[in-house]
């Protein structure tokens, strides 16, 4: 089964410096990858996804992920956060080939300081 | 255009009662997920329909847990004897078809208290 394990749960930075959530996943083929933010009290949105096209996927609010494989990791950044920023992002997999279902992981709250 | 819908936002029953939870995904959408998220946890995925048939049930805990589609639109999981351990949120997400590159759109959610 495909999995993915977010290396840290809680992530603080300043306002104006970079962010970097990490992600690594497992898969036994080239895997669909997401990362999904959760605002407090909104529904889950949709950041970016790679899906074997370019390995470096630009997605909403300036966040943008690189897929490497020889790392197995999907980590997700940003070169200045605000303080709209901050929710909690879940870098997610498909559960497996052909399937559409998705595998979350267990969740990284970004918390952004003035 | 209006999003994916869920009700009701908030449902406390106590434990041993029946549950229905309500989802409207956007229209035109043909697949159309559960999944549940408990406190401090990422969503996990309990079912899937392609139209009104249910193409991945294998998330479903134990078979206190069903879900409906009958018309390929409005979904609705059925919780029978609710016990404590089912507390938890409860999303629903749509997407155009059900292929793995359509982006899945998802809801609210439904929090679920069972006392």
């Known amino acids: 089964a495909q999995s993915v394990t977010q290396l840290d749960s809680h992530v603080s930075v300043s306002e104006g410096t970079p962010v970097l959530l990490r992600c690594n996943y497992s898969?036994?083929?080239?895997?669909?990858l997401f990362w999904y933010v959760q605002h407090p009290n909104k529904g889950l949105q949709l950041l970016l996804k790679?899906?074997?096209?370019?390995?470096l996927v630009k997605g909403i609010n300036g966040f943008e992920a690189e897929f490497k494989k020889s790392e197995t990791s999907f980590h997700l950044t940003k070169p200045s956060a605000h303080m709209s920023d901050a929710a909690e992002y879940f870098c997610?997999?498909?559960?497996?080939?052909?399937?559409?279902?998705?595998?979350f992981g267990k969740g990284t709250m970004l918390l952004v300081s003035p | 255009g209006a999003g994916v819908s869920q009700t009701p936002s908030n449902k406390v029953t106590e434990k041993g009662k029946y549950v229905e939870l309500r989802c409207d995904p956007i229209?035109?959408?043909?697949?159309l997920y559960w999944y549940r998220q408990s406190l401090g946890q990422g969503p996990e995925f309990l079912i899937y329909?392609?139209?009104?048939?249910?193409?991945?049930d294998s998330g479903l805990p134990n078979d206190r847990f069903f879900a409906v589609r009958p018309e390929g639109s409005v979904s609705t999981l059925k919780i029978q004897r609710t016990e404590r351990g089912d507390s938890a949120v409860y999303l629903c997400?749509?997407?155009?078809?059900?292929?793995?590159?359509?982006?899945?759109?998802f809801g609210p959610g439904t929090r679920l208290t069972v006392l």
């Open positions: 997400a749509s997407s155009l078809s059900g292929n793995s590159y359509n982006e899945q759109f």
């Open positions: 790679y899906t074997s096209a370019a390995t």
């Open positions: 997610v997999v498909t559960r497996g080939m052909g399937y559409s279902t998705l595998t």
């Open positions: 898969s036994s083929y080239s895997p669909s």
């Open positions: 229209s035109g959408h043909t697949a």
């Open positions: 329909f392609q139209g009104t048939g249910a193409a991945d």
